[in-house]
Protein backbone atom coordinates (compact mmCIF):
# COMPACT_ATOMS: atom_id res chain seq x y z
CA UNK A 1 0.00 0.00 0.00
CA UNK A 2 3.04 2.29 1.06
CA UNK A 3 4.70 1.64 -2.25
CA UNK A 4 1.80 2.03 -4.04
CA UNK A 5 0.81 5.43 -2.01
CA UNK A 6 4.87 6.58 -3.29
CA UNK A 7 4.44 5.74 -6.78
CA UNK A 8 0.79 7.63 -6.39
CA UNK A 9 2.94 10.91 -5.48
CA UNK A 10 5.23 10.54 -7.85
CA UNK A 11 3.12 10.16 -10.51
CA UNK A 12 1.23 13.52 -9.50
CA UNK A 13 4.39 15.38 -9.63
CA UNK A 14 5.93 14.06 -12.80
CA UNK A 15 2.90 14.89 -14.33
CA UNK A 16 2.97 18.35 -13.02
CA UNK A 17 6.74 18.84 -14.14
CA UNK A 18 5.27 17.24 -17.33
CA UNK A 19 2.63 19.84 -18.20
CA UNK A 20 4.96 22.78 -17.15
CA UNK A 21 7.17 22.38 -19.34
CA UNK A 22 4.94 20.97 -22.18
CA UNK A 23 3.33 24.57 -21.35
CA UNK A 24 6.73 26.26 -21.56
CA UNK A 25 7.40 25.26 -25.03
CA UNK A 26 4.05 25.46 -26.30
CA UNK A 27 5.05 29.61 -27.69
CA UNK A 28 8.21 28.62 -28.32
CA UNK A 29 8.04 26.61 -32.15
CA UNK A 30 5.30 25.17 -34.01
CA UNK A 31 7.98 22.42 -34.98
CA UNK A 32 6.90 20.10 -32.54
CA UNK A 33 9.02 17.54 -30.88
CA UNK A 34 11.42 17.18 -28.80
CA UNK A 35 9.95 19.01 -26.23
CA UNK A 36 12.12 21.53 -24.71
CA UNK A 37 14.94 21.49 -27.40
CA UNK A 38 15.35 24.47 -29.28
CA UNK A 39 14.85 24.12 -33.09
CA UNK A 40 18.52 24.73 -34.30
CA UNK A 41 20.17 21.79 -32.83
CA UNK A 42 20.31 18.54 -34.56
CA UNK A 43 20.31 14.88 -33.48
CA UNK A 44 23.59 13.67 -33.48
CA UNK A 45 22.90 10.05 -32.76
CA UNK A 46 20.30 7.81 -32.37
CA UNK A 47 20.49 4.42 -30.07
CA UNK A 48 18.32 1.67 -29.03
CA UNK A 49 18.31 2.08 -25.25
CA UNK A 50 15.89 -1.29 -24.62
CA UNK A 51 15.52 -3.75 -27.59
CA UNK A 52 12.19 -4.66 -28.16
CA UNK A 53 10.09 -7.82 -26.13
CA UNK A 54 9.80 -9.88 -29.57
CA UNK A 55 13.32 -10.07 -31.71
CA UNK A 56 12.92 -13.68 -33.54
CA UNK A 57 10.10 -13.69 -35.98
CA UNK A 58 8.60 -16.00 -38.97
CA UNK A 59 9.59 -14.82 -42.38
CA UNK A 60 6.06 -12.94 -43.29
CA UNK A 61 5.34 -11.54 -39.55
CA UNK A 62 5.82 -7.79 -39.17
CA UNK A 63 8.13 -6.06 -36.85
CA UNK A 64 6.78 -5.36 -33.63
CA UNK A 65 7.98 -2.49 -31.74
CA UNK A 66 6.32 -3.13 -28.58
CA UNK A 67 8.97 -2.60 -25.42
CA UNK A 68 11.73 -0.65 -27.86
CA UNK A 69 12.81 2.49 -26.19
CA UNK A 70 14.87 5.19 -28.56
CA UNK A 71 16.92 8.02 -27.17
CA UNK A 72 18.16 10.10 -28.80
CA UNK A 73 21.87 13.05 -28.27
CA UNK A 74 21.74 16.33 -29.61
CA UNK A 75 24.03 18.69 -30.82
CA UNK A 76 23.80 20.40 -27.78
CA UNK A 77 24.81 17.26 -25.63
CA UNK A 78 21.54 16.64 -24.41
CA UNK A 79 19.89 12.98 -24.49
CA UNK A 80 16.51 12.93 -24.83
CA UNK A 81 14.29 9.72 -25.57
CA UNK A 82 11.94 9.58 -28.53
CA UNK A 83 8.68 8.14 -28.98
CA UNK A 84 8.52 5.13 -31.21
CA UNK A 85 5.82 6.45 -33.28
CA UNK A 86 7.83 9.91 -34.21
CA UNK A 87 10.63 7.53 -36.05
CA UNK A 88 10.58 5.71 -39.00
CA UNK A 89 11.39 1.66 -39.00
CA UNK A 90 12.24 -0.10 -41.90
CA UNK A 91 11.47 -2.17 -43.20
CA UNK A 92 7.37 -2.17 -42.54
CA UNK A 93 5.40 -4.93 -43.65
CA UNK A 94 5.62 -8.92 -43.92
CA UNK A 95 9.42 -9.41 -43.24
CA UNK A 96 11.23 -11.38 -45.89
CA UNK A 97 13.76 -14.25 -45.95
CA UNK A 98 17.35 -12.92 -45.63
CA UNK A 99 16.03 -10.08 -43.37
CA UNK A 100 18.71 -9.62 -40.58
CA UNK A 101 17.99 -5.81 -38.43
CA UNK A 102 15.41 -3.22 -38.59
CA UNK A 103 16.67 -0.09 -38.93
CA UNK A 104 15.10 3.10 -36.94
CA UNK A 105 15.23 6.06 -38.10
CA UNK A 106 14.83 9.70 -35.87
CA UNK A 107 15.93 13.19 -37.38
CA UNK A 108 17.87 11.84 -40.08
CA UNK A 109 19.96 9.30 -37.56
CA UNK A 110 19.62 5.84 -37.68
CA UNK A 111 20.04 2.79 -35.38
CA UNK A 112 20.08 -0.96 -35.71
CA UNK A 113 17.67 -3.12 -33.81
CA UNK A 114 19.07 -6.89 -35.01
CA UNK A 115 16.19 -9.54 -35.83
CA UNK A 116 16.20 -13.58 -36.39
CA UNK A 117 14.23 -14.56 -38.52
CA UNK A 118 13.54 -18.63 -37.54
CA UNK A 119 13.23 -21.20 -40.24
CA UNK A 120 14.47 -19.27 -42.74
CA UNK A 121 14.72 -22.16 -44.89
CA UNK A 122 11.19 -23.33 -46.43
CA UNK A 123 11.59 -26.75 -48.06
CA UNK A 124 7.95 -26.79 -49.12
CA UNK A 125 4.23 -24.93 -49.17
CA UNK A 126 1.00 -26.59 -49.33
CA UNK A 127 -1.98 -24.30 -50.38
CA UNK A 128 -5.25 -25.05 -49.78
CA UNK A 129 -8.04 -23.17 -52.00
CA UNK A 130 -10.52 -23.70 -49.94
CA UNK A 131 -13.61 -23.46 -52.13
CA UNK A 132 -12.61 -20.86 -54.78
CA UNK A 133 -13.15 -21.90 -58.26
CA UNK A 134 -10.20 -23.15 -60.23
CA UNK A 135 -12.07 -22.56 -63.15
CA UNK A 136 -13.50 -19.79 -64.53
CA UNK A 137 -14.93 -18.10 -68.12
CA UNK A 138 -12.28 -15.44 -70.47
CA UNK A 139 -11.71 -12.60 -68.53
CA UNK A 140 -13.84 -13.43 -65.16
CA UNK A 141 -12.84 -12.85 -62.27
CA UNK A 142 -11.36 -15.45 -59.79
CA UNK A 143 -10.63 -14.95 -56.60
CA UNK A 144 -8.05 -16.62 -54.55
CA UNK A 145 -7.36 -14.03 -51.14
CA UNK A 146 -8.68 -16.92 -48.76
CA UNK A 147 -6.08 -19.74 -49.37
CA UNK A 148 -4.16 -20.66 -46.42
CA UNK A 149 -1.07 -21.18 -47.38
CA UNK A 150 1.01 -23.75 -45.31
CA UNK A 151 4.88 -23.74 -44.83
CA UNK A 152 6.86 -27.14 -43.94
CA UNK A 153 10.80 -26.14 -43.14
CA UNK A 154 13.44 -28.58 -43.05
CA UNK A 155 13.25 -29.71 -39.01
CA UNK A 156 9.76 -31.31 -39.81
CA UNK A 157 7.77 -29.00 -38.49
CA UNK A 158 5.22 -27.06 -40.22
CA UNK A 159 3.16 -23.51 -39.93
CA UNK A 160 0.28 -21.85 -41.73
CA UNK A 161 1.48 -18.77 -42.60
CA UNK A 162 -0.36 -15.05 -42.87
CA UNK A 163 1.61 -13.08 -45.39
CA UNK A 164 5.08 -12.81 -46.98
CA UNK A 165 4.15 -14.73 -49.74
CA UNK A 166 4.22 -13.43 -53.66
CA UNK A 167 2.12 -14.54 -56.45
CA UNK A 168 2.46 -15.26 -60.22
CA UNK A 169 0.28 -16.00 -62.37
CA UNK A 170 2.15 -17.91 -65.68
CA UNK A 171 5.34 -16.68 -64.41
CA UNK A 172 4.71 -13.41 -64.31
CA UNK A 173 4.26 -11.44 -60.80
CA UNK A 174 0.96 -10.53 -59.87
CA UNK A 175 -0.08 -8.39 -56.73
CA UNK A 176 -3.28 -8.91 -56.07
CA UNK A 177 -5.62 -12.31 -56.78
CA UNK A 178 -8.98 -11.37 -55.53
CA UNK A 179 -9.81 -10.99 -58.98
CA UNK A 180 -7.50 -12.22 -61.03
CA UNK A 181 -8.62 -12.96 -65.03
CA UNK A 182 -6.84 -14.70 -67.97
CA UNK A 183 -8.00 -13.15 -71.54
CA UNK A 184 -6.83 -16.87 -73.34
CA UNK A 185 -8.73 -20.10 -72.17
CA UNK A 186 -7.11 -23.23 -71.76
CA UNK A 187 -4.60 -24.39 -68.41
CA UNK A 188 -3.39 -21.76 -66.54
CA UNK A 189 -0.79 -21.71 -63.29
CA UNK A 190 -0.74 -19.72 -60.13
CA UNK A 191 2.04 -19.85 -58.18
CA UNK A 192 2.41 -19.05 -54.35
CA UNK A 193 5.77 -17.99 -53.37
CA UNK A 194 7.30 -17.86 -49.76
CA UNK A 195 10.83 -17.55 -49.16
CA UNK A 196 12.73 -20.21 -51.56
CA UNK A 197 9.67 -22.52 -51.82
CA UNK A 198 6.99 -22.21 -54.49
CA UNK A 199 3.47 -24.07 -54.89
CA UNK A 200 1.21 -24.30 -58.08
CA UNK A 201 -2.49 -24.06 -58.45
CA UNK A 202 -3.61 -25.84 -61.61
CA UNK A 203 -6.31 -23.34 -63.34
CA UNK A 204 -8.59 -23.99 -66.44
CA UNK A 205 -10.16 -20.86 -68.29
CA UNK A 206 -13.02 -22.48 -70.59
CA UNK A 207 -14.61 -20.86 -73.72
CA UNK A 208 -17.81 -19.85 -72.42
CA UNK A 209 -19.58 -18.48 -70.10
CA UNK A 210 -21.89 -18.61 -66.46
CA UNK A 211 -24.97 -18.50 -65.21
CA UNK A 212 -24.69 -17.05 -61.91
CA UNK A 213 -27.25 -18.90 -59.35
CA UNK A 214 -27.81 -15.56 -57.50
CA UNK A 215 -29.10 -13.86 -60.79
CA UNK A 216 -32.52 -15.98 -60.00
CA UNK A 217 -36.07 -14.85 -61.35
CA UNK A 218 -39.17 -16.21 -60.48
CA UNK A 219 -41.55 -17.57 -62.80
CA UNK A 220 -42.87 -14.65 -65.02
CA UNK A 221 -40.31 -12.12 -63.58
CA UNK A 222 -38.35 -12.31 -66.83
CA UNK A 223 -38.33 -9.51 -69.65
CA UNK A 224 -37.51 -9.77 -73.29
CA UNK A 225 -33.98 -8.31 -72.19
CA UNK A 226 -33.49 -11.33 -70.25
CA UNK A 227 -30.41 -13.31 -71.24
CA UNK A 228 -28.88 -16.23 -69.25
CA UNK A 229 -30.10 -15.79 -66.31
CA UNK A 230 -32.04 -19.08 -63.83
CA UNK A 231 -35.70 -19.27 -63.38
CA UNK A 232 -37.14 -20.90 -60.55
CA UNK A 233 -40.47 -22.36 -61.44
CA UNK A 234 -41.50 -24.83 -59.09
CA UNK A 235 -40.96 -25.86 -55.21
CA UNK A 236 -41.25 -23.69 -52.52
CA UNK A 237 -39.80 -20.26 -52.64
CA UNK A 238 -36.89 -21.73 -50.75
CA UNK A 239 -34.13 -21.28 -53.54
CA UNK A 240 -33.09 -17.79 -52.26
CA UNK A 241 -29.79 -16.45 -53.43
CA UNK A 242 -27.97 -16.11 -50.41
CA UNK A 243 -24.33 -14.11 -49.56
CA UNK A 244 -21.50 -16.01 -49.13
CA UNK A 245 -19.32 -16.42 -46.57
CA UNK A 246 -16.13 -14.85 -46.65
CA UNK A 247 -13.44 -17.04 -48.89
CA UNK A 248 -16.37 -19.53 -49.72
CA UNK A 249 -15.26 -19.27 -53.46
CA UNK A 250 -19.49 -19.07 -54.07
CA UNK A 251 -18.43 -17.02 -57.50
CA UNK A 252 -19.89 -13.69 -57.60
CA UNK A 253 -20.57 -13.32 -53.80
CA UNK A 254 -23.71 -15.35 -53.74
CA UNK A 255 -25.58 -18.76 -54.36
CA UNK A 256 -28.68 -20.49 -54.43
CA UNK A 257 -29.23 -22.02 -50.58
CA UNK A 258 -31.64 -24.47 -49.27
CA UNK A 259 -32.53 -26.41 -52.98
CA UNK A 260 -34.97 -29.04 -51.65
CA UNK A 261 -37.33 -31.37 -53.30
CA UNK A 262 -39.67 -30.12 -55.75
CA UNK A 263 -37.55 -27.17 -56.40
CA UNK A 264 -37.65 -26.68 -60.18
CA UNK A 265 -34.95 -24.31 -61.63
CA UNK A 266 -34.53 -24.04 -65.35
CA UNK A 267 -31.36 -22.12 -66.54
CA UNK A 268 -31.90 -20.07 -69.63
CA UNK A 269 -29.02 -20.06 -72.10
CA UNK A 270 -28.27 -17.87 -74.92
CA UNK A 271 -26.55 -18.59 -77.77
CA UNK A 272 -25.79 -17.18 -80.95
CA UNK A 273 -24.99 -20.23 -83.11
CA UNK A 274 -26.35 -24.09 -82.94
CA UNK A 275 -22.98 -25.43 -81.13
CA UNK A 276 -22.02 -28.42 -78.40
CA UNK A 277 -21.54 -27.83 -74.51
CA UNK A 278 -20.64 -29.40 -71.43
CA UNK A 279 -23.15 -28.22 -69.08
CA UNK A 280 -21.52 -28.19 -65.18
CA UNK A 281 -22.63 -27.27 -62.31
CA UNK A 282 -21.11 -25.73 -59.38
CA UNK A 283 -22.31 -27.68 -56.20
CA UNK A 284 -22.35 -28.48 -53.13
CA UNK A 285 -23.98 -31.29 -51.50
CA UNK A 286 -26.05 -31.11 -48.31
CA UNK A 287 -25.53 -34.82 -47.07
CA UNK A 288 -24.46 -34.45 -43.57
CA UNK A 289 -23.62 -37.75 -42.28
CA UNK A 290 -22.13 -36.89 -39.40
CA UNK A 291 -22.66 -34.50 -36.64
CA UNK A 292 -21.19 -35.13 -32.90
CA UNK A 293 -23.73 -32.19 -31.95
CA UNK A 294 -26.01 -29.73 -32.48
CA UNK A 295 -23.94 -27.40 -34.34
CA UNK A 296 -20.72 -28.21 -33.02
CA UNK A 297 -19.75 -30.23 -36.03
CA UNK A 298 -16.40 -32.18 -34.93
CA UNK A 299 -15.98 -33.98 -37.11
CA UNK A 300 -18.27 -32.88 -39.47
CA UNK A 301 -18.60 -35.49 -42.81
CA UNK A 302 -20.16 -34.81 -45.83
CA UNK A 303 -21.49 -38.01 -47.92
CA UNK A 304 -21.14 -37.74 -52.52
CA UNK A 305 -24.24 -37.39 -53.52
CA UNK A 306 -24.86 -39.20 -57.42
CA UNK A 307 -26.49 -36.53 -59.60
CA UNK A 308 -29.00 -38.37 -60.94
CA UNK A 309 -30.13 -39.38 -57.65
CA UNK A 310 -30.76 -35.96 -56.95
CA UNK A 311 -31.97 -33.88 -59.62
CA UNK A 312 -34.21 -35.29 -62.59
CA UNK A 313 -32.78 -33.42 -65.69
CA UNK A 314 -34.26 -32.38 -69.57
CA UNK A 315 -33.17 -29.72 -71.78
CA UNK A 316 -34.52 -28.42 -75.05
CA UNK A 317 -35.23 -25.14 -76.85
CA UNK A 318 -37.16 -22.64 -74.98
CA UNK A 319 -40.26 -23.70 -77.77
CA UNK A 320 -40.08 -27.00 -76.78
CA UNK A 321 -39.98 -25.45 -72.96
CA UNK A 322 -43.02 -23.73 -73.70
CA UNK A 323 -44.61 -26.92 -74.90
CA UNK A 324 -43.73 -28.75 -72.54
CA UNK A 325 -41.50 -31.19 -74.73
CA UNK A 326 -38.19 -30.69 -73.41
CA UNK A 327 -35.83 -34.48 -73.72
CA UNK A 328 -34.83 -36.02 -70.65
CA UNK A 329 -31.10 -36.34 -70.17
CA UNK A 330 -29.84 -39.37 -69.20
CA UNK A 331 -27.12 -38.72 -66.50
CA UNK A 332 -24.18 -41.31 -65.54
CA UNK A 333 -23.99 -42.67 -62.49
CA UNK A 334 -20.54 -42.26 -61.73
CA UNK A 335 -21.50 -38.46 -62.46
CA UNK A 336 -20.91 -37.44 -58.50
CA UNK A 337 -21.62 -33.71 -56.08
CA UNK A 338 -18.76 -34.75 -54.04
CA UNK A 339 -18.90 -34.91 -50.10
CA UNK A 340 -16.33 -34.01 -48.10
CA UNK A 341 -14.83 -34.49 -44.29
CA UNK A 342 -13.55 -31.64 -42.05
CA UNK A 343 -12.16 -32.98 -38.37
CA UNK A 344 -12.68 -29.65 -36.72
CA UNK A 345 -16.23 -28.64 -37.90
CA UNK A 346 -16.01 -26.54 -40.93
CA UNK A 347 -19.21 -24.83 -41.27
CA UNK A 348 -17.79 -24.31 -44.95
CA UNK A 349 -18.28 -27.92 -45.70
CA UNK A 350 -22.29 -26.71 -46.56
CA UNK A 351 -20.38 -24.51 -49.32
CA UNK A 352 -17.70 -27.05 -50.67
CA UNK A 353 -18.64 -26.21 -53.88
CA UNK A 354 -17.57 -28.34 -56.71
CA UNK A 355 -17.62 -28.56 -60.43
CA UNK A 356 -19.60 -31.46 -62.15
CA UNK A 357 -20.02 -32.49 -65.50
CA UNK A 358 -23.29 -33.52 -65.88
CA UNK A 359 -23.62 -33.49 -69.94
CA UNK A 360 -22.98 -32.24 -73.70
CA UNK A 361 -25.44 -30.97 -74.91
CA UNK A 362 -26.15 -29.50 -78.64
CA UNK A 363 -27.85 -26.50 -78.22
CA UNK A 364 -29.27 -24.62 -80.95
CA UNK A 365 -28.86 -20.80 -82.06
CA UNK A 366 -30.98 -18.60 -79.87
CA UNK A 367 -32.55 -19.47 -76.07
CA UNK A 368 -32.04 -23.02 -74.77
CA UNK A 369 -33.19 -24.34 -71.24
CA UNK A 370 -31.87 -26.73 -69.25
CA UNK A 371 -33.98 -27.76 -66.38
CA UNK A 372 -32.99 -29.09 -62.81
CA UNK A 373 -36.01 -30.66 -60.77
CA UNK A 374 -34.63 -31.69 -57.53
CA UNK A 375 -35.46 -35.03 -56.67
CA UNK A 376 -33.86 -36.08 -53.93
CA UNK A 377 -33.52 -39.82 -52.74
CA UNK A 378 -30.68 -38.61 -49.99
CA UNK A 379 -31.26 -37.65 -46.34
CA UNK A 380 -29.09 -36.75 -43.36
CA UNK A 381 -28.31 -37.74 -40.34
CA UNK A 382 -31.50 -36.44 -38.97
CA UNK A 383 -33.44 -38.61 -41.29
CA UNK A 384 -34.20 -34.73 -43.33
CA UNK A 385 -34.18 -35.12 -47.32
CA UNK A 386 -31.62 -33.17 -48.85
CA UNK A 387 -30.47 -31.61 -51.22
CA UNK A 388 -27.72 -28.83 -52.58
CA UNK A 389 -26.19 -25.42 -52.57
CA UNK A 390 -26.02 -24.18 -55.95
CA UNK A 391 -23.31 -21.82 -56.80
CA UNK A 392 -23.65 -21.56 -60.85
CA UNK A 393 -24.11 -23.29 -64.01
CA UNK A 394 -21.38 -22.79 -66.06
CA UNK A 395 -21.09 -23.47 -69.98
CA UNK A 396 -17.97 -24.68 -71.82
CA UNK A 397 -17.94 -24.54 -75.55
CA UNK A 398 -17.37 -28.10 -76.29
CA UNK A 399 -13.76 -28.05 -78.54
CA UNK A 400 -13.68 -27.42 -82.07
CA UNK A 401 -17.53 -28.18 -81.89
CA UNK A 402 -19.22 -25.16 -80.84
CA UNK A 403 -18.95 -20.81 -80.88
CA UNK A 404 -15.86 -19.87 -80.76
CA UNK A 405 -14.81 -23.16 -79.64
CA UNK A 406 -11.53 -24.88 -79.36
CA UNK A 407 -8.38 -25.27 -81.82
CA1 LIG B 1 -22.59 -17.67 -57.59
Request: proline residues 4%; negative net charge.
Amino acid sequence: MNGAKKFMICAIVAAALFTAVFCAACGKSETPPPDDIPSDVTVTELTISEPPDVTEYYIGESFDPTGMKVKARWSDGVKLPVSIDDCVIEPSGPLEAGTYEVRVSYGGQTAVQPITLKDDTVSSLTVDTGNAALAAAVNTPMNFSGITVTAHYADGSSRVVSGGYTFEADGEPVSSVSALTFSEWGNHTLTVIYGNARADIELFIFDGFVIEGENILRSGEATPDSENYVEQTGGYRNANPKTATAGSGASGGQFLGDVFNTTALRFHIFVESDCYADVILRAAGLKLEEDSGVQAWRPLRMGDMQFNRTFTVSYGTKAEADSGSLHALTVDDSVIIPGAVSEYGDPMLFENFADVNFGRLHLEAGENIVELIVDSEYTNCYGETVGCNIDRLEIRYADGAGEGGGS
